[in-house]
């Protein structure tokens, strides 16, 4: 397996750096996708511009791979998965709740108030690099 990737993060000022990262491990409930697809969104584009770093849950955090609207092929399982399998096509939803509270668990992420709440390309690493370490509970059937 590549123990190394490259990924793009959003360093603003109108700009776009790529980088090498560490291919992450899946641990429980998680996969790892060879990313197929990504999208930039106007989220992403205020990135780049820098109006979105450091405000609340909808802010960048520097260094983190962006993109949080990706597909792919999972390619590695952690233990405890439940719906997905190595070889399944998903698509990651752009946000990953808590997946406790009220909104969580009626599949509302996006309204998550928890301190856990992390968008892909955001808080946690995004689409824009080789691989993604997403949560099971955040993906979608890519069939």
């Not at 190394?4 to 996969?31: C, H, W, Y």
């Not at 962006?66 to 698509?91: N, Q, T």
């Not at 992420?109 to 892909?120: D, G, H, L, Q, V």
Request: glycine share 16%.
């Amino acid at each position: 397996m590549v123990v190394k990737m490259r990924g793009a993060i959003l360093p603003g000022n109108s700009t776009v750096e790529l980088k090498d990262f560490e291919v992450p491990k899946p641990g429980f409930g998680q996969v790892l996708i060879r990313t197929k697809a990504t999208t930039i969104c106007g989220n992403d584009i205020r990135c780049i511009y820098r109006k979105h770093t450091g405000k609340g849950a909808e802010g960048y955090i520097p260094g983190m791979i962006a993109g949080h609207e990706p597909s792919g092929l999972i390619i590695e399982e952690g233990e405890g998965l439940k719906r997905f399998k190595k070889g399944d096509r998903v698509i990651v939803y752009h946000i990953s709740g808590c997946g406790v509270c009220n909104d969580c668990r009626r599949g509302y992420y996006i309204s998550c108030t928890s301190k856990f709440r992390a968008a892909y390309g955001w808080q946690r690493n995004g689409g824009m690099g080789e691989y993604i370490l997403a949560d099971e509970k955040d993906l979608l059937s890519g069939r």
